[in-house]
């Protein structure tokens, strides 16, 4: 793990963003995730990090009620956000999705122009009176996830057409045109070359300025170059949560140690 880089520690945030208390999920008689306990801060790139299977994804849904269309699925414990259930029956999980934002492993833009990929989320939102206030926000939004320069003279094209990389900053410029206050990420690099890995890994570290990213990897180093912190988990259980740093140099439980070390996986 030498050549490990970690992310620049600034870190003076101590609120909870997110806070998961006694979290359980059944998929079936699955017991997918058990006691699920931690606080998730603003400001912050929170990372998952574990073997295959071991429930990372399954608690990132959890985050903004993804799981909820999944039959069979349940979820026990308490997820809040700012303090309020996200799983109180009031909560309209498509309001949710606006203030949590998703972006998947493979990107995912719509059949539609760039133009309207972005706009998609602020037009069935309402958050805009006209076509001059969405064009800033398609503008603000591309230029946040690093897709302006090469999208500006193409906005009517299809989102399809653009490359791999292009397509995850589209995605990315889609999940904040709606100015979520956490941005979740399942893998977004893995279907993306090193270039495009690196610049990814750039927008996060800017986007942490304004939203709390959590990001799901199973590359050890993008955990070290782009989070401040790291939760390991293993087997449906959360082992450790911790400093970045804390976790890859000095890990206290054997498991996570095993882990790093690629002793399990
Ligand atoms: N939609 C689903 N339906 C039923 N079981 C599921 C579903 N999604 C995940 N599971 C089960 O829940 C457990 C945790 O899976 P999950 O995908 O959350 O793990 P993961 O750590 O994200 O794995 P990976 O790194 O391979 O993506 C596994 O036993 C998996 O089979």
Redo the contacts with the bound molecule.
């Keep these: 793990m030498d050549d490990i880089r970690f992310a620049e520690r600034d870190l003076c945030v101590t609120e909870a963003k997110i806070a998961a208390r006694d979290v359980q999920v059944h ?2 008689t ?1 017991h ?1 995730l058990k006691d699920v306990n931690v606080d998730i801060l603003e400001q912050t790139v929170t990372a998952f990090i ?1 073997p ?8 990132l849904r959890c985050l903004n009620r993804m799981n909820d269309t ?1 039959p ?2 349940r979820i026990e414990g308490r997820l809040t956000l700012d303090g309020q259930d996200i799983y109180d029956p009031r909560v309209d999980p498509v309001q949710l999705r606006a203030k949590v934002g998703m972006v998947f492993q493979k990107p995912n833009p719509f059949p539609k122009s760039i133009y309207d990929n972005v706009a998609y989320g602020p037009r069935i939102h309402g958050l805009t009176r006209n076509k001059a206030e969405l064009d800033e926000i398609v503008e603000k939004s591309l230029r946040r996830a690093a897709l302006w320069e090469e999208a500006k003279d193409r906005l009517a094209s299809p989102g399809t057409g653009l490359s791999g990389g292009q397509q995850q900053r589209l995605c990315i410029a889609r999940a904040i045109a709606t100015s979520p206050e956490v941005l979740l990420m399942d893998e977004p690099c893995s279907a993306l070359d090193p270039i495009a890995t690196a610049q990814i890994e750039e927008l996060i570290d800017e986007l942490r300025a304004q939203f709390s990213v959590v990001i ?1 990897t ?1 590359s050890m180093q993008q955990a070290a170059r782009v989070s401040q912190r790291t939760a390991f ?1 293993h087997l ?1 259980r959360l082992v450790e949560y911790g400093e970045t740093g804390q976790i890859f140099t000095n890990p206290h439980d054997p498991r996570t140690e095993s882990y790093i070390s690629g002793r399990i996986g």
């Design positions: 998929y079936g699955n997918a574990g295959s299977g071991c429930g990372k994804s399954t608690f999944i069979g699925c799901v199973h988990f449906g």
